[in-house]
């Protein structure tokens, strides 16, 4: 018997982006999945996108509530999957067999907690244009130490894990997704897998990454991150991190579905 998996999206004001996000969703040949969408009460026409495609999302709730990681935190409570995953509304698949190679892993695998992949930042008119490559690459135990992180669009995890180990901490702002994995996986050391492919183009753009005030507080978050975790980063971890990032301008893309 395969698991279950739940992809959940949140949206506010997205009617720029979101159609491509849900189509990318919605084509996935995986048998058993459910598609959350939660929305912060958009005021332009993302609803009434959404509800072009209402037979193929499970549910769409639409509701005010504190931002991005407010709405995550109620998507990924409000999942029945064994497995999560969440996609942006302004990012999307990069073909349809994505979620099914995700859970070849998870379904192989009992004990298996996360599984994370490579991901291609795409210009944001043009999502066939790749700019930048991340590859992530094997996790090692000091992976974390050296100013490493997996794509947070392409980590997927169980449910379980989330009820074990906790949700997204709304008290950080931009380094919310970093601090969920460093505490998953670095500090409780959740068994993960990494799928050597990539499976998510991300529009360039994104708040995390917008300018060099927003950058200075990510990393100032980053730091605050391993406190709130009583770990001890290494001396250079936190300029590490954002370093890491040169090299995604000088990789050609590789090896990726494109539709």
């Given at each position: ?16 982006t ?5 189509k990318?969703?919605?084509v ?10 939660i ?28 931002g ?18 969440a996609?942006?509304?302004d990012?999307l698949?990069?073909h349809p067999?994505v ?20 991901l291609i930042f ?6 066939n ?9 094997e ?6 130490e050296?100013?490493w992180?997996?794509?947070h ?13 906790g949700?997204?901490?709304?008290d ?8 969920l ?6 500090k ?13 183009k ?13 950058k ?11 406190k ?17 990032k040169i ?7 590789y090896?990726?579905f494109?539709?």
């Amino acid at each position: 018997m395969i698991m279950k998996i739940s992809i959940v999206t949140i949206t506010y004001n997205s009617a720029a982006t979101i159609e491509d996000t849900i189509k990318s969703v919605v084509v996935q040949d995986y048998p058993d999945m459910e598609y959350l969408l939660i929305d912060g009460k958009s005021k332009d026409s993302t609803l009434q996108i959404a509800e072009k495609y209402k037979d193929k999302i499970t549910k769409i709730v639409s509701e005010k509530d504190g931002g991005l990681y407010f709405g995550l935190n109620k998507g990924l409570k409000m999942a029945s999957g064994d497995v999560i995953g969440a996609i942006h509304s302004d990012d999307l698949y990069a073909h349809p067999q994505v979620v099914s190679n995700v859970m070849k892993l998870f379904n192989a695998d009992p004990e298996l907690e996360g599984v994370y992949a490579d991901l291609i930042f795409v210009n944001r008119e043009d999502t066939n244009k790749v700019m930048r490559v991340w590859k992530a690459g094997e996790y090692k135990p000091d992976s974390f130490e050296k100013g490493w992180m997996p794509p947070h669009p392409t980590f997927f995890v169980r449910k379980s894990v989330y009820e074990k180990y906790g949700y997204i901490n709304t008290d950080l702002k931009l380094s919310a997704d970093y601090e969920l994995m460093l505490r998953l996986i670095h500090k409780h050391k959740i068994k993960i897998a990494y799928l050597p492919e990539t499976i998510v183009k991300m529009r360039m753009g994104g708040v995390s990454n917008v300018s060099f005030f927003v950058k200075l507080k990510a990393n100032i978050e980053d730091k605050l991150a391993w406190k709130m975790n009583n770990l001890k980063p290494g001396f250079f971890t936190t300029l590490r991190k954002p370093l890491r990032k040169i090299s995604q301008y000088f990789k050609k893309a590789y090896n990726t579905f494109l539709y």
